[in-house]
Nanobody, 121 residues
Framework: QVQVMESGGGLGQPGGSLRLSCAAS????????MGWYRQVPGKEREFVAY???????NYADSVKGRFTISSDNAKKMVWLQMSSLKPEDTAVYYC???????????????WGQGTQVTVSS
């Protein structure tokens, strides 16, 4: 059984910074990639950033240059450092992980429960 759990978030000011953390735990043989998505009410969940186990990264254009994703493969953790925050960054942020639970099994996609980020003065 695999669990993905976010922490951090909360209230941030425009121009300020927040940091999100995410940890994968349970029966895990290998993590292929971890990432972040976000969703606001009435809209589809959208991609924010991901990082592969070879440390290659990809960012949505809307956060490029402001957000930084990093990870620790051994600890099965990923972080999202959010800087120069804008009100439009307000959303529920979800951690995602592509995990191979056991040797030879296929990769499965897991989601965290989400953490609220609100950017407001």
């Amino acid at each position: 059984q695999v669990q993905v759990m976010e922490s951090g978030g909360g209230l941030g000011q425009p121009g300020g910074s927040l940091r999100l953390s995410c940890a994968a735990s349970g029966i895990i043989f290998r993590v292929n990639a971890m990432g972040w998505y976000r969703q606001v009410p009435g809209k589809e969940r959208e991609f924010v950033a991901y990082i592969n186990n070879d440390a290659t990264t990809n960012y949505a254009d809307s956060v490029k240059g402001r957000f930084t994703i990093s990870s620790d493969n051994a600890k099965k953790m990923v972080w999202l450092q959010m800087s120069s925050l804008k009100p439009e960054d307000t959303a529920v942020y979800y951690c995602s992980a592509d995990i191979m639970p056991t040797v030879g099994s296929r990769y499965l996609h897991y989601w965290g429960q989400g953490t609220q980020v609100t950017v407001s003065s």
